[in-house]
């Protein structure tokens, strides 16, 4: 099991709309709107490294009112 933070920036005012749309997607486990840099904070996993790449860029880039995301997959040290 391959598990991520995904960091997305979206347009203004859409933050809550992209994180409340993502957090139905099959394999995101949390979805959180944020203030910072980032506008949302998304967690998910999937099966293995092809799959997680997959899921961000079929799906998650897909939502309206995203404009950049970065995907920082978990390691365990």
Do not use: F
Request: charged share 15%; hydrophobic share 45%; aromatic share 2%.
């Amino acid at each position: 099991m391959v598990q991520a933070y995904i960091l997305i920036q979206t347009e203004v005012g859409r933050a809550a709309n992209v994180a409340e749309e993502i957090s139905s997607i099959p394999g995101v486990t949390q979805a959180e709107d944020v203030t910072g840099p980032y506008d949302v904070i998304v967690r998910a996993q999937a099966n293995n490294v092809d799959e997680l790449g997959k899921l961000v860029v079929a799906q998650i880039q897909g939502v309206q009112g995203i404009t950049r995301t970065l995907t920082c997959p978990i390691v365990h040290i």
